[in-house]
């Protein structure tokens, strides 16, 4: 096959596969637009509930909840929903105690939403559980085990973390307020309960992970999406390059 045929045959192999990665674009842009609306599931009902849509929740002193941590497998659970209005502003959503010797979460001014919990050392841990600058509503399921580990589930996420020995009290559990700051513009659902069985805890977030797998929008659309943007990437300075040497 001479020169000119192939370079002949090549540009029709190219335009083939760049009407292939068009159609894919076109295919997988219109499959993304036809997404339903994702529904928040939350965690079950569990222990006792509160929600702070008249101000903060003055819960007290609770020592019997952080007692649990005290045993060799015990857990604290705390799980809801927050449903974000402004975002930016320091804003506490729960706490165990005052002055970081407990449990807290919030969101501080660059819009980052985390967990502390007070460690034996004096110091603080933090886990940073959610992306920055998003409002609406978002689910957790915070577990928080006498072997200091800790995993929160929800907002896409499934974070596990491993702290220092953690020592946190429940001397003034307040929900909408936490970290000294006071929630703003949002509304926190939080139940929360202790145990003595941390596998099954585990186990049972196992569970509510997988219904929030299930309960994902298909993401079938990206593998569509993706191949025909990587395609066109490919192909285009192929066919840069056909095109200069036709003009030749």
Known sequence: MSLSKLRIHL????????????????????S????????????????????????????GPRSDLCSALNEPSGYLLISGSIDLTNIGLDQGFFQTADEENGIYLDIDGGGQVRLGVHLNDGTTGQVMFRHKYR?????????IGADSSIRIVGDQNDIRVQMN?????????????????????ALVVANISSGNDLEMANANLDSYVDSLSNNQNASTYKLTLYTGILLLMFLRPTRNLLARRRTR
């Open 11 to 30: 540009s029709k192999i190219s335009t083939i596969f760049y009407a292939l990665a068009i159609m894919l674009i076109v295919i997988g842009l219109f």
């Open 32 to 59: 993304w637009f036809r997404l339903p609306e994702q529904t928040v599931i939350l965690y079950p009902s569990h222990g006792e509930a509160f929600t702070n849509d008249n101000g903060v929740v003055e819960v």
């Open 135 to 143: 409002t609406g509503m978002f689910n957790y399921a915070i577990l």
């Open 165 to 185: 020995e953690i020592e946190p009290t429940c001397s003034n559990i307040r929900i909408g307020a936490g970290n000294e700051t006071e929630a703003v513009g």
